[in-house]
């Protein structure tokens, strides 16, 4: 191979390189430009005129309000539980699962919270 050849070679791959970093560049500066739209797209509400929608919506919302406050309250009585048990091993044990227990019903309450959202004709999400 000739010296000729192979810088030619050399030349055209940074040249590639060279490119291909531009295009990311471009990319990554149009993409960091995007931003979140709301339902209101282009002036059109998309709830407007489905009252469906919006009761799917309060009802997912209130869902997610439920979960987080018995979540923040089953936290607090787990630490000061733990608290209680001054280290006996056998208490934090104990404590420990039934902190475990009681986060596998606070998420099964949401899923069923949330799948009564969506049910035709159900009524406030399992409120």
Known sequence: MSTID???RRVSRRLTLLALAAV???TAVALSRCRTVGDSVAGVDLTAGNPKLNHRSDCVHQCNK?????HSE??????????DCAGDTDCVHAENTRHH???LEIVRAMQNCKNGCYN???GGGGH
């Open 74 to 83: 089953e936290v607090e009585r787990h630490a000061a539980a733990l608290k």
């Open 120 to 122: 035709e004709g159900g």
């Open 24 to 26: 990311l560049a471009v």
């Open 6 to 8: 192979h810088h030619h």
């Open 101 to 103: 227990t009681r986060q």
């Open 66 to 70: 439920d979960f987080n406050m018995a």
